[in-house]
């Protein structure tokens, strides 16, 4: 056979297992709404996204785009379609109790976790449109499990990048599970191959002023070294001027407690980091919302009774979450919040001066922090109350951290080529951002969730 005829045949059998392909409606058509896809350009309405499989095959119009006979067809008509949303900073192996003390030690090591807990978690923040996140500090194997199930298919949840224990001086006391102390910059390099060895997507570093400057240095070294992006706390002064010093990727929290705003030497560092276009993006998740709202839901607590954040969790743990929030005026954690509310706007808008680039995460699953409801409260913060646009915000939850993570070439916009991972909701969010409360449809992998 010459070559122009077996380059013919396989053609034409391409062509016939397409259609096939198509026919048994392996295509999926979102028609109708109006389509945000990450990049920041002016949305596109009557949109029109073909998915085949797990991913994008086409995006266009009703005008330009025809969709083909066969295809499964979603109306999304009067409503903002846009890609999964993103949570930089979740605890799926939290869910709100606000005695972390009696969860670790109630929860902390059990089989509970990897088989209840982490999974509620998982499946919670997916119907609230949430298709990728970033779990910033848990039990190294459970988590390691949970995110691979979820990858497997045998959980729903979101694509999980994992840190599994937090690196730091010294665990607090019963907490050694899920914090590492680091001993030595030999010791450093040694417990980061080894999280390397067991498969996390990112080393979570925190009170790193307690630390020798080599360990920190040794960590984001020895980080590198195995392509894994380190984040840190920011919590106080010196945990930044170190972070900046060894080139940490991304700050997690507003940080300062209640001073004012962030030291002038500080905002230097940062400005000199951020000129630096050869070394990325410096990275910062705020997670402002839940100390920005801590007074509201104090006076008005009707949303600690929503039966969202108790989907999955059994009736027992359920109780035991209720029992520990019946006063959430009274809980130790909070009682500085009110403090530190008043100055929070200013270090916001002094990080986004700084030319930081900010992601939507949220400590979901802190005390009454619920993964149900906790990332669309964030971006509704940025909004409505820092006065960012909803653009930026959008963006900030979906492309950004994608790039973050590197996998932007897969993830974090609606584009040919890229995983199906597809949320849409009724009305506009550009105009009215708390509308993602209420998620109607999640595609993940191409695949229906809700
Ligand atoms: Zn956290």
Known sequence: MNMHLRTLLSCVALLGALTAHAASGAVTALVGGRLIDGFGGPPLDRSVVLIEGERIKAVGTVDSLP????????????????????????????????????????????????????????????????????????????????????????????????????????????????????????????????????????????????????????????????????????????????????????????????????????????????????????FW???????????????????????????????????DIQGSIRHPGQLGYFQITPLRRPTLETKFHQLQRAGVVLLVGTDSGIPMNFHSSSTWREMDTWVNKMGVDPMTTIRAATYWPAVQMKVEKDYGSISEGKYADIIAVNGDVLRYIDLLQHVDVVIKHGVQRK
Request: aromatic fraction near 6%; charge should be negative; include cysteine.
């Open 67 to 282: 969709v083909p006979s066969g295809a499964k067809v979603i109306s999304t008509a009067g409503m903002s379609v846009l890609p999964g949303l993103w949570d930089a900073h979740v605890h799926t192996y939290l869910l709100g109790h606000s005695n972390y003390t009696h969860w670790d030690k109630t929860y902390g090591s059990s089989p509970r976790l990897a088989k209840e807990i982490m999974p509620a978690a998982a499946h919670q923040l997916l119907l609230a449109g949430v298709t990728s996140a970033r779990d910033l500090g848990a039990p190294l194997e459970a988590i390691v499990e949970v995110r691979d199930r979820i990858n497997r298919g045998e959980l729903l949840g979101p694509t999980l990048y994992v840190a599994g224990p937090f690196l730091q001086h010294a665990p607090y006391p019963g907490t050694e599970n899920f914090r590492w102390g680091i001993n030595g910059a030999a010791d450093a390099r040694a417990k980061v191959r080894k999280l390397a060895a067991a498969g996390v997507n990112i080393i979570k570093l925190i009170d790193q002023d307690q630390m020798t400057e080599e360990e920190v240095k040794a960590i984001v070294e020895e980080a590198h070294a195995h392509n894994l992006p380190v984040v840190a706390h920011a919590h106080r002064p010196n945990e930044i001027r170190l972070g900046l010093k060894y080139n940490v990727d991304c700050f997690e929290h507003i940080g300062l407690a209640t001073a004012p705003g962030y030291p002038q030497d500080i905002l230097d560092l940062l400005a000199e980091r951020t000129a630096k276009m050869s070394l990325g993006p410096m």
């Open 285 to 319: 998740t705020p997670t402002v919302s839940v100390l920005y709202n801590y007074e509201y839901l104090r006076d008005n607590p009707m949303q600690l009774d929503d039966p969202a954040w108790q989907l999955d969790v059994p009736a027992d743990i359920r109780a």
